[in-house]
């Protein structure tokens, strides 16, 4: 038998004054969506760019939480979506998902599957790069 505890961090503000929380101190989506370093690291470029541009540590921070907020709720919304996926409470769903796994490997089912399970992709993914700065 294994146990563990299954989470996710959700907080009002991610930061106060000039300190920060980054990566799974404040935006941990859980096991179940796989996504905490990917996440992390995301979190962490947001964050060089927003404190880079902005006139003020304060607005930096309050910037590229804006900016990154909505990705993470949409990441742990998928993984609130999928804890009966990956925790089935049925013999019947355990046997549906066996099923789904196997169809996972089809061309087109696949990519529908990963979506299903990691969220859809978000404007805010598609468009990191550098932001340019104020003078340029």
Known sequence: MYYDHVAQVEMERWSRGRTVLVGDACQAVSL???QGASMG??????LGEELARAGSVGEGLERYERRWRPVVEERQRA?????SWFLPTTSGRLRLRR???????LPGVDRWVATSLSGKPSRVVKDLG??????S
């Open 130 to 135: 550098p932001v340019a700065s104020p003078g």
């Open 99 to 105: 099923l789904f796994l196997r169809w996972s490997a």
């Open 79 to 83: 993984a609130r979506r999928g804890t």
């Open 41 to 46: 690291v995301g979190g962490s470029f947001v």
């Open 32 to 34: 179940l969506a796989g």
